[in-house]
C-alpha cells in the first residue's frame, strides 16, 4: 500500500485547480440509468470512486467511454449509455466496497420498475441507516422488501404513481434517491425537508437538462413533475466545494497564501464564514477563490450541520487548521456519531484535542510534530496532510487509498503550490 511522506513547514503559495466534486458525480453517474440515449459528463474528477461506480453501472450494460485521458490532464470526459439495462441487481461485492451505490435503488426503480440492491452494511463514520431512503421510495409508490441483505423495489404496475413526503431529518442522498425515481414516475411528487447541499442543486440541473420537470431546486420543498421519459445532455460537473476548503486550510496552517481554481464562493459560505472566523482572508477572484493566512490562527466554535450549516465534510480539515490556532476551540458533529478517528492521530502530532460524545475541544498548540499516522476515512485522512504539512519535520501518512477515493492527485496539487510531497509504495 502508498503512503505519503510530508516534510512539514513549508509555506504553500500559488494556484491548485479544483476538480469536479466526488460527490456529485456520484449522483450524476447514476442518471445514465433513467435514459437510453448517452449522456455525456464533463469535469469528472479522477477517483477510485467514480471508477468503482462506472464498474458498478457497467453490471448493469450500461457502456462507458471516456475521452481526456492525457496524461497531464486534471478530469475527464466521460460517456454513458444504457439502451438497454441488462441486470437490475446490484451485488454485495460491489455495494459493500462504495457506499453510494445506493444511488442505483431510485433510478433504476424509475427505469426498469424494479431493483435490488445489497444493503450497504456498516461503515467508518457511523452508522449510516437507509431507512429513509426506502421509506421516501415507499412513499412515491414503491414496494419494499428485504431478504437476505438485500433489499428488493418494485414499482406496482411498472411506474412509480409519485407522492408526498416529509423528510423527518435532512439527507442528502435519500434526497438524490427520491428525485432519481420521482423524475420517470406517472403524477406529481413533493419533497419536503428535503436536503439543499450544492450537489443536490446539480442533480436537480442535470436532469432537467435531461428534460425532467422540477420546481424547488435549491430549496427544502421540492416538487418533480414526472415525465414519461428522459433524453440525453451534456452537463459539466459542479467544483468540489470540499477540495477547495480542504487546500483551503492547508494553505491557512502553513501561513501560505494560494488561489483556489474554478472553487465557487457562494457554495461553500459556511466554510468561508469559518476561516474568517480563524484569522484566514478569504475573496473571490476572477479565477475562482483567493484565500491568504498572514496573522495569527484564532480559536472558532461551531457545530456541523445540513447545507447551508458547516459540512460534516470539512470538519475534520479545520479541526486540524484550528490545532495551531490560538485558544480553544468547540466542535460539535451533528450528523455523523462517529467522525472523531482523526483525533488520535492529530494526537499522535502533538495536537491537545479531547472529546466527549459529539464534541471536540481542541487547544491550540504553538508546534505539531510530524509522525508516521494513518486514519480510516477520507477527511479524517486529509486533516492528517493538513496537520502534516504544518507540523515540525516529516509525516507519513499510511493508508493512502482513502485519499485517492476522494482527491484528484494530491500529491501533485500540493507540490503545484510548494509542499514537499511524496508518494512511495509499500507500507
Ligand atoms: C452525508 C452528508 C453529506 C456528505 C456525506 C459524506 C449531511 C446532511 N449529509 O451525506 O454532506 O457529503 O455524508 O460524508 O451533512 N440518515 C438516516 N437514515 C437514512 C439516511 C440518513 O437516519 O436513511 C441520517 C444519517 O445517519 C445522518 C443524517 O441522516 O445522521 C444525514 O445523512 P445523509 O445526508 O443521508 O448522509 P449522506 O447522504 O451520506
Redo the contacts with the bound molecule.
Sequence with gaps: MDKIIITGGKRLSGTIPISGAK?SALTLLPCALLTDEPLTLRNLPRLADIDGFQHLLNQFGVSTTIAGNRPGDFGRVMTLEAPRITSSVAPYELVRKM?ASILVLGPMLARMGEATVSLPGGCA?????????LKVLEALGAEIEMAAGYVRARAPDGGLPGGRYSFP??????TENALMAAVLASGKSTLHNA?R?PEIVDLCKLLVAMGAQIEGIGTSDITIHGVPRLHGATYRVMSDR?EAGSYACAAAITGGEITLQHAVIEEMEATVQALRDAGVTVEPVKEGIHVAADGPLRAVNLS?A??PGF???MQAQLMALLCRAEGTSVLNET??ENRYMHVPELGRMGANIETSGRTAIVQGVAQLTGAEVMATDL?ASMSLVIAGLAAEGETQVHRLYHLDRGYERLEEKLALVGAQVERVGGD
Design positions: 460527490n457506499r463514520i457511523g452508522n449510516r441507516p437507509i431507512d429513509l431512503h431529518v435532512v439527507s442528502v442522498g435519500a436536503a447541499e470540499i456541523t445540513p447545507y459540512a460534516t465534510d450528523i455523523f477527511r
